[in-house]
């Protein structure tokens, strides 16, 4: 196995470097529903289950969707400048955040309704989806069964472009389980973070700070914890470059040249297989440009969206 895929799965299954103990008591205990979304939740029903979102800003819509370890915070950088030209949409996936969080098995055809029935609660037609890793995958999920209900994507080092060799999928299913995440200490979900990003800035930290808060609290978390691994599943068995590559959908790809999670080697297939796509490489950046690299993220996301306003 090289290099690359072993800190893939080093980051997963939380078997990092020493633990960070001078952030331990920074860290406050937290559960799903206590956490600040900046802006009033809303929620509608899909399949039985409550689904929250929020719904700001006027304009065409944008619709976020984050990552598979994460909620609508994964944005909390962006919305503020987004939704001054933009309506901003994000909603936490069944399992996440402050969604219902259902025991059951996750498949396309689930995340499929589940962004149809987002797009018939809020009354729109079309919308620019915005997906960040796992977020990615599901905007390409949704993108080929709806072309015709998007009008231009961004995906930020987007998940389901890679092919993971059979061994890796037996090693990545065998340690990433509902069992090992809740055995995770919350000085291990803090180095996970920082071993994303190249500079641990205040952003970050943030962000780092409030997930361990929800690993220290426990409360839901078996139930997010089974979203995590469900969402790992249609990782590893969906691969939708080829699919997506099909439509004529504009794309924007973003890319951070020292993503440890996504590796930046793999926007060369997601170019080759995605003709209509543009990329862009955010230099001394990780995995999560919109906390690493917070101003030049935004300015590059706000100007392809006005190219598409």
């Known amino acids: ?7 893939v799965i080093l980051v997963l299954v939380g078997l990092t470097m020493p633990a960070l103990a001078q952030l331990t ?10 956490v600040d979304y900046n802006y009033s939740e809303k929620t509608f029903i899909y399949e039985g ?52 969080k259902p025991e059951i098995e996750f498949t396309e055809e689930f995340i499929i309704g589940l962004i149809d029935e987002l797009y018939r609660e809020v009354g729109i037609e079309n919308a620019t989806l915005v997906g960040h890793s796992y ?38 299913r065998a340690s990433f389980t509902v069992e090992t995440i809740l055995a995770t200490t919350v000085e291990q979900a803090v180095q996970n973070y920082r071993k994303l990003g190249t500079e641990w800035t205040p952003e970050l930290e943030r962000y780092a700070l409030h997930r361990a808060g929800l690993l220290a609290s426990g409360k839901e978390y078996k139930g997010y914890a089974h979203a995590m691994v469900q969402a790992m599943e249609i990782m590893l068995k969906t691969t939708v470059r080829e699919r997506i590559g099909a439509t004529e959908i504009p794309t924007l790809i973003i890319w951070g040249r020292q993503d440890a999670l996504v590796p930046h080697f793999v926007s060369t297939k997601a170019i080759k297989s995605i003709s209509h796509a543009r990329l862009e490489t955010m230099e001394n950046c990780g995995h999560f440009p919109m906390f690493e690299c917070v101003d030049e993220f935004n300015e590059i996301l706000m100007n392809y969206l006005g190219e598409n306003k």
């Open 1 to 7: 196995m090289n290099s690359v895929w072993r800190m």
């Open 25 to 34: 008591d920074e860290i406050k205990e937290i559960s799903f529903k206590e």
């Open 49 to 100: 289950h409550k689904v929250a979102y929020i719904d700001t800003g006027v304009g065409k819509p944008v619709i976020f969707l984050h990552g598979q370890a994460s909620d609508i915070t994964n944005f909390e950088t962006v919305y503020p400048v987004v939704e001054k030209e933009f309506r901003v949409l994000s909603v936490d996936y069944p399992g996440f955040g402050k969604s219902d």
């Open 135 to 172: 977020g990615g995958c599901v905007a390409m999920i949704y993108g080929t069964a709806r072309p015709e209900k998007i009008e231009t994507m961004v995906l930020i080092s987007p998940a389901g472009i890679q092919q993971f060799p059979k061994a890796l999928k037996q090693t990545l």
